[in-house]
């Protein structure tokens, strides 16, 4: 790899040579103080990115009102990775091309390209028509023409707020250098270790991966593979239990006013994708074999998903009904749509057991 990008090459060797040298030093003032400032400064800066850059920016999966977005700009200062502008635009980039050469962090190049070297040799490619709505936000326009200035402004900011409850040492090392590693980091590890380690839930064609613990210093962002089949959704995590403190955010955003038009894709239209892209993928891998198993395999697909989508119709068409009847309809109803719900269920369980069937006999990707 040759190295075009020498300004952002030298910064990151020298940031993380600063750590590592540092950290005798660091061991003598690591008190809760210096922790403390470390955690509220990594969470900010890092929710920045997740609430704003990535799910407000890159994939419009809300919006905002101005004070929001300024929170959101003004605290992703903290993080110190591009513009919102830049980073919605190489984002969008990403999902447009991933796994392919035209990624600009694509896994196919190895683990610690994906990581890392990518920028050090990432050209940009301009293209506005990647980002109208973004050009069209008075906000974020000025971010990126002053984003220098934002970032010399905050850090000077949380620095001299720091030196107030800890040694100046103590703020720079923890309250600077180490909050922007790992900041640094664990935004990387989507591009790299998310997609290599973890499960294919939704979309087994894809790289990427769901990996719970990743999701836990990343605010909620492991859930990739998720977060890759329906980008729009403004949950990566839409399980009970899924650690998305991001969702968590914008959800109470919106309760505040501060956020409408959040955007999910319902269980049904979830499971109706699901269906469609593992039908797709294991035909595809189908085509070729010509024997009596495979083309019984295929029939068994064919079969199984027109009653799942038939189901999952009725069962659409049954709620619209719902919503529309009378008190005296409403109890006949909900009878019905309760054995829908239950006769879809054992739909899709046929579904899973098939492909799972396949996976294995064909050694598809999960």
């Known amino acids: 790899m040759k190295i075009k990008n020498w300004d952002i090459f030298i910064f990151i060797v020298l940031y993380h040579i600063a750590i590592l040298a540092l950290i005798p030093a660091a061991m003598g003032v690591a008190a809760w103080g210096a922790i403390t400032l470390f955690l509220i400064t990594y969470i900010i800066g890092g929710m920045s990115i997740t609430v704003g850059y990535h799910r407000l920016y890159a994939h419009k999966a809300y919006a905002a009102n101005a004070f929001f977005e300024w929170c959101v700009l003004i605290g992703s200062a903290?993080?110190?990775?591009?513009?919102?502008?830049?980073?919605s635009h190489d984002h969008r980039i990403h999902?447009?091309?991933?796994?392919?050469?035209?990624?600009?962090?694509?896994?196919?190049?190895?683990?610690?390209?994906?990581?890392?070297?990518?920028?050090?040799?990432?050209?940009?490619?301009?293209?506005?028509?990647?980002?109208?709505?973004?050009?069209?936000?008075?906000?974020?326009?000025?971010?990126?023409?002053?984003?220098?200035?934002?970032?010399?402004?905050?850090?000077?900011?949380?620095?001299?707020?720091?030196?107030?409850?800890v040694s100046p040492f103590a703020s720079f090392y923890f309250g600077v250098l180490l909050r922007m590693a790992m900041i640094h980091h664990s935004t990387w590890f989507i591009n790299s270790l998310c997609h290599t380690i973890?499960?294919?839930?939704?979309?087994?064609?894809?790289?990427?991966?769901?990996?719970?613990?990743?999701a836990l210093v990343t605010f909620g962002e492991g859930y990739h593979n998720y977060h890759h089949a329906?980008?729009?959704?403004?949950?990566?995590?839409?399980?009970?239990?899924?650690?998305?403190?991001?969702?968590?955010?914008?959800?109470?955003?919106?309760?505040?006013?501060?956020?409408?038009?959040?955007?999910?894709?319902?269980?049904?239209?979830?499971?109706k994708a699901l269906v469609l892209k593992d039908k797709k993928l294991i035909i595809e891998h189908l085509e070729d074999d010509m024997g009596a198993v495979a083309a019984e395999l295929k029939a068994k697909l064919e079969e199984v998903s027109a009653v799942f989508e038939e189901k999952a119709a009725a069962l659409m068409l049954k709620a619209r009904e719902l919503k529309q009847a009378s008190d005296d309809q409403r109890?006949?109803?909900?009878?019905?749509?309760?054995?829908?719900?239950?006769?879809?269920?054992?739909?899709?369980?046929?579904?899973?057991?098939?492909?799972?069937?396949?996976?294995?006999?064909?050694?598809?990707?999960?």
């Not at 000025?142 to 409850?165: E, K, P, T």
């Not at 719900?341 to 999960?366: G, P």
């Open 78 to 87: 903290l993080s110190m990775e591009m513009s919102a502008l830049k980073w």
């Open 95 to 165: 999902h447009n091309h991933v796994d392919t050469d035209k990624d600009p962090y694509s896994i196919k190049k190895g683990f610690w390209y994906a990581h890392v070297l990518w920028l050090f040799d990432y050209q940009r490619d301009y293209d506005p028509s990647l980002i109208p709505d973004l050009l069209k936000n008075p906000r974020v326009v000025l971010q990126d023409r002053y984003y220098g200035a934002f970032v010399v402004v905050v850090n000077l900011a949380v620095f001299g707020i720091g030196c107030l409850f």
């Open 198 to 214: 973890g499960s294919k839930t939704y979309a087994r064609e894809l790289s990427a991966v769901d990996n719970a613990l990743l």
């Open 230 to 271: 329906f980008a729009a959704d403004y949950r990566n995590g839409i399980r009970w239990y899924h650690f998305d403190p991001s969702k968590w955010t914008i959800w109470l955003a919106s309760k505040l006013g501060m956020a409408e038009k959040l955007r999910v894709i319902n269980d049904i239209a979830l499971q």
């Open 331 to 366: 109890k006949s109803i909900q009878q019905e749509l309760k054995a829908q719900r239950a006769s879809l269920k054992v739909t899709w369980n046929e579904w899973i057991a098939l492909t799972k069937q396949a996976a294995c006999d064909y050694e598809l990707a999960h």
